[in-house]
């Protein structure tokens, strides 16, 4: 069983910077891959970052590469998005995403086994 709980969405202006946490919990949270997808209003979910339960492996969209920062803390039970340079096609709500097995960026979100709330993300131009 697991639980995530996203937060550090809101209004930032084209250019500006946004942190995003995921805490999750449960007893095997430190053996969960984890990722960061995003959905933006008439359009699919699509992947943004993915990192693997030991933080040894990361990998990003291309859409964002350069620009975000994916990390976690497994003794703060909390996964970090750190998205610099924020576009307005940026703007999406963004999920946390857990699975015992490795997210990829081809991974379909309908397949991924935990999903948080969302956290709104809008970038004004």
């Known amino acids: 069983q697991v639980q995530l709980v996203e937060s550090g969405g809101g209004l930032v202006q084209t250019g500006g910077s946004l942190r995003l946490s995921c805490v999750g919990s449960g007893r095997t949270f430190n053996n969960y891959a984890m990722a960061w997808f995003r959905q933006a209003p008439g359009k699919e979910r699509e992947f943004v970052a993915t990192i693997s339960w030991s933080g040894g492996t990361t990998d990003y969209a291309g859409s964002v590469k350069g620009r975000f920062t994916i990390s976690r803390d497994n003794a703060k039970n909390t996964m970090y998005l750190q998205m610099n340079s924020l576009k307005p096609q940026d703007t999406a709500v963004y999920f946390c995403?857990?699975?015992?097995?490795?997210?990829?960026?081809?991974?379909?979100?309908?397949?991924?086994?935990?999903w948080g709330q969302g956290t709104q993300v809008t970038v004004s131009s």
């Open positions: 995403a857990a699975d015992e097995h490795y997210i990829t960026p081809f991974t379909i979100p309908r397949r991924v086994a935990y």
